[in-house]
């Protein structure tokens, strides 16, 4: 006697569901892990690799160097929750107020981003460049997983060992040898200021070689800096 085999629908779902929970359970585990383990590549790292491989940038080297939280001059960090998230110590890794900002500048024509470190955290790690609605819930996704697994001075931590500061120049330590000749350790707010003031497009902007745009946004940060009080903004997260 012939058994009935399931509706393909169902079988189709099944095959759905278990993708979807291996994708949580896989996902979760990365993420947690790289709590305390430094992260041995980047997504964004991963394409610029292949860029080289393929394209005009074949023979630009990757210059990449990992330093812990306690080898990165406070003043880096600083800069970037200016530059970048000033509400990064009070939110979730979602800001609200600023993304309401956004769109209401979109409908007046005006395009500008409202991602936290946060959320650019999980783009740099784990998804690629572009647009699409699949990119943009994988991060939310990866965002919320960061926020509940990591203590906030891991987020920045990884932030700037990961963040592209030149055309294949990584993280705080590999910029700060190649532009200042000195360690992360030993920059000076206005050298992180610099550096921050050429994240929103690192390939078109040079810390080592400052336009008006990257001289006037690195006065804008360091302003900001001391309006938030110094050091003293992120002391006590640093030390979570």
Known sequence: MAVARKPLWRRVLRVGMLLALLFVVTSTTLVIALRWLPPPTTAFVMARRIDGWTGAAANLPIRRDWVAQTKIAPEMFLAVVAAEDQRFPDHYGFDLQAIEKALDDRERGKVRGASTISQQVAKNLFLWSGRSWVRKGLEVWFTGLIELCWPKRRILEVYVNIAEFGDGVYGVQAASKQYFGR?????????????????????????????????????????????LGGRDYLAPLLAE
């Open 183 to 227: 360690d992360a350790a030993h920059i000076n707010a206005a050298q992180a200021a610099r550096l921050a003031a050429v994240l929103p497009n690192p390939k078109h902007y040079s810390a080592a070689r400052p336009g008006p745009y990257v001289l006037r946004r690195q006065q804008w940060i360091e302003r900001q800096m001391r309006q």
